[in-house]
C-alpha cells in the first residue's frame, strides 16, 4: 500500500476547494428554495381566490333559495288566511259579493303561487347541471 502524505498547504487547499463547492451548492439550493416558496405562496394566494369566490357563489345561492323559500310558505300562509276568510263568511252567512272577493282574492295568490314556483323551477333548472 501506498503512504500518503500530504503538506498542509496541501490539505488547506483541497478543503478550501471542498467549502467553495459546498457554498455554492448552498447558494443554488437556497435560490431554488427561495423560488419554490415564491411559486407556493402565488399558487396558495390564486387557490384562496377561488375558494373565497366559491363561498361568495354558494352563500348568494342559499340567499335566493331562501328568498325563494320564505315567498312560497308567505303565499301558502296567505292562501291558509284567505281559507279561513272564507270559512268566517261561511259561518256568518255573508253576502255573495263577500263571497265573491274572498274568492277573487284566493285565485289571484294561487296564480300568484303557481308563477313564484315556475320562476324557481326555472332559475333551478337553468343553474343545475344535468346529471348523468
Known amino acids: 500500500m501506498q503512504d ?6 496541501e490539505l488547506f487547499g483541497a478543503i478550501s476547494g471542498v467549502r467553495d463547492v459546498l457554498a455554492a451548492v448552498q447558494q443554488q439550493l437556497t435560490t ?3 423560488q419554490q ?3 407556493m405562496a402565488s399558487n396558495l394566494s390564486v387557490i384562496q381566490g377561488k375558494i373565497d369566490a366559491l363561498t361568495a357563489d354558494v352563500a348568494a345561492g342559499k340567499t335566493v333559495n331562501e328568498s325563494a323559500i320564505t315567498l312560497i310558505n308567505g303565499l301558502t300562509a296567505q292562501n291558509v288566511s284567505f281559507k279561513q276568510q ?6 256568518a252567512s ?3 259579493a263577500e263571497f265573491q272577493k274572498a274568492v277573487d282574492d284566493l285565485d289571484a295568490s294561487n296564480v300568484a ?3 313564484a314556483r ?3 323551477a ?3 333548472t337553468a343553474n343545475t347541471t344535468p346529471s348523468a
Open 113 to 115: 303561487m303557481d308563477e
Open 94 to 96: 255573508g253576502t255573495p
Open 118 to 120: 315556475q320562476k324557481l
Open 86 to 91: 272564507i270559512q268566517d263568511l261561511i259561518n
Open 4 to 9: 500518503l502524505h500530504y503538506s498542509s498547504a
Open 122 to 124: 326555472d332559475a333551478l
Open 37 to 39: 416558496g415564491a411559486q
Open 32 to 34: 431554488l428554495i427561495q
